[in-house]
């Protein structure tokens, strides 16, 4: 077979990273480019040095070539052509990555809960659905994924929901207000400085007949001071920025660690712990170190984090002493996406490359 460059599409490529026997993925950027930020399973061979490493790629299955937005896997592939191997470039590289969505739903507590999966931040987000309503937590700014889900069920949208302030994404809440008319609700403990619904404790957001999302604690501070726990039934819980499947949230973003660590240590002693061990926990992240698969939840029951988080066993002191120890890398921009979100600076056009690089919301474990 003679050798060949194509293209392909961050949308067609995620399906093919559970089921391509013998995908490899080529990414031809600087190392340090490289460590900070990647695909998962990736192999970094810089573009400059591929000439005398092109025998490391495979000469049988698919080849992806990867880099920062295209330009430079293109001169990747071509060289891999030129050395007999066929290759397809990713279109857009990494900054089309950033705002590729796949999807899971599955029926619980009475509704429909669809997450989405947006690979290259690993931001998660959700609508839940029963009858004729649906609930959006934690938007991102593609806001159409989310209309076009509640279409496609029958749904209307009538109240959107953020977990907390991000400091790693723009929120898209605002933006999905506007376009559907729903009711913004957010925790009045964070800084928002535009108009909304405050949330309180126990509020309860009726779905359908028996079925309600439950705001069971506006106060789980530690990543914010008004970090948010939703509640779907005795289930599911959303549980933002404060309990991670591979860690927990970093308190450090607002300057004042030691205090929000504290926080956070009572916020999820007082609060998650003590549900039950069946309840499924869903995130709005999740880092390099959880496993995404078509068809899967990224999520896992309480009990199974409670058996597996180290941080989880800690007493307070020494909980406070591994939070404050362990954080670093603070999200790029995070100080200039906090003002955009909290409604301090307008959104600007840059806003996608604003938020280009992985979340770094979790502590380090």
């Given at each position: 077979?003679?050798?060949?460059?194509?293209?392909?599409?961050?949308?067609?490529?995620?399906?093919l990273?559970?089921?391509?026997?013998?995908?490899?993925?080529?990414d031809?950027?600087?190392?340090?480019?490289?460590?900070?930020?990647?695909?998962?399973?990736?192999?970094?061979?810089?573009?400059?040095?591929?000439?005398?490493?092109?025998?490391?790629?495979?000469?049988?299955?698919?080849?992806?070539v990867?880099?920062?937005?295209?330009?430079?896997?293109?001169?990747?592939?071509?060289?891999?052509?030129a050395?007999?191997?066929?290759?397809?470039?990713l279109?857009?590289?990494?900054?089309?990555?950033?705002s590729?969505?796949?999807t899971?739903?599955?029926?619980?507590?009475g509704?429909?809960?669809?997450?989405?999966?947006?690979?290259?931040?690993?931001?998660?987000?959700y609508?839940?659905?029963?009858?004729?309503?649906a609930v959006?937590?934690?938007?991102?700014?593609?806001?159409?994924h989310y209309?076009?889900?509640?279409?496609?069920?029958?749904?209307?949208?009538?109240?959107?929901?953020?977990?907390?302030l991000?400091?790693?994404?723009?929120?898209?809440?605002?933006?999905?207000?506007a376009?559907?008319?729903?009711?913004?609700?957010?925790?009045?403990?964070d800084?928002?400085?535009?108009?909304?619904?405050p949330?309180?404790?126990?509020?309860?957001?009726?779905?359908?007949?028996?079925?309600?999302?439950?705001?069971?604690?506006v106060a789980?501070?530690?990543?914010?001071?008004?970090s948010?726990?939703?509640?779907?039934?005795?289930?599911?819980?959303?549980?933002?920025?404060?309990?991670?499947?591979?860690?927990?949230?970093?308190?450090?973003?607002?300057?004042?660690?030691?205090?929000?660590?504290?926080?956070?240590?009572?916020?999820l002693?007082?609060?998650?712990?003590p549900?039950?061990?069946?309840?499924?926990v869903?995130?709005?992240?999740y880092?390099?170190?959880?496993?995404?698969?078509?068809?899967?939840?990224?999520?896992?029951?309480?009990?199974?984090?409670?058996?597996?988080?180290?941080?989880?066993?800690?007493?307070?002191a020494?909980?406070?002493?591994?939070?404050?120890?362990?954080?670093?890398?603070?999200?790029?921009?995070?100080?200039?996406?906090?003002?955009?979100?909290?409604?301090?600076?307008?959104?600007?056009?840059?806003?996608?490359?604003?938020?280009?690089?992985?979340?770094?919301?979790?502590?380090?474990?």
């Amino acid at each position: 077979m003679n050798a060949a460059l194509t293209t392909i599409t961050t949308n067609e490529l995620v399906p093919l990273l559970d089921t391509e026997a013998g995908l490899f993925l080529l990414d031809v950027r600087e190392p340090d480019e490289f460590a900070d930020w990647r695909i998962p399973g990736a192999v970094n061979i810089p573009l400059g040095s591929l000439d005398t490493r092109a025998d490391e790629v495979p000469t049988t299955g698919r080849v992806v070539v990867i880099c920062a937005k295209g330009a430079r896997a293109q001169q990747g592939a071509e060289k891999l052509v030129a050395h007999g191997r066929s290759a397809e470039v990713l279109e857009g590289g990494m900054g089309a990555w950033a705002s590729t969505y796949d999807t899971v739903s599955a029926d619980m507590g009475g509704a429909t809960v669809v997450q989405f999966r947006r690979r290259g931040k690993g931001c998660l987000s959700y609508v839940i659905g029963a009858g004729t309503r649906a609930v959006v937590i934690d938007p991102s700014l593609n806001i159409q994924h989310y209309i076009d889900v509640a279409s496609q069920h029958g749904w209307t949208i009538t109240d959107v929901l953020d977990t907390h302030l991000h400091a790693d994404h723009i929120s898209g809440a605002r933006q999905l207000v506007a376009a559907t008319g729903a009711t913004l609700r957010l925790s009045p403990s964070d800084p928002f400085t535009y108009e909304f619904t405050p949330l309180a404790d126990g509020n309860e957001i009726a779905l359908a007949d028996g079925v309600n999302l439950t705001v069971s604690a506006v106060a789980v501070p530690g990543h914010t001071e008004g970090s948010t726990l939703y509640q779907l039934g005795d289930q599911a819980i959303f549980t933002g920025d404060t309990l991670f499947l591979e860690s927990v949230g970093r308190p450090d973003l607002a300057d004042q660690a030691e205090e929000f660590a504290h926080n956070l240590y009572r916020s999820l002693h007082e609060r998650i712990l003590p549900l039950r061990d069946d309840v499924m926990v869903f995130p709005s992240h999740y880092g390099d170190a959880v496993e995404v698969h078509a068809g899967a939840f990224v999520a896992k029951p309480l009990g199974e984090l409670r058996a597996t988080l180290p941080a989880l066993a800690l007493s307070e002191a020494d909980f406070v002493a591994w939070a404050i120890a362990h954080v670093k890398d603070r999200p790029p921009n995070y100080q200039k996406i906090v003002l955009v979100n909290a409604g301090h600076e307008p959104l600007s056009a840059d806003a996608a490359e604003m938020e280009l690089g992985p979340n770094r919301c979790a502590i380090a474990s």
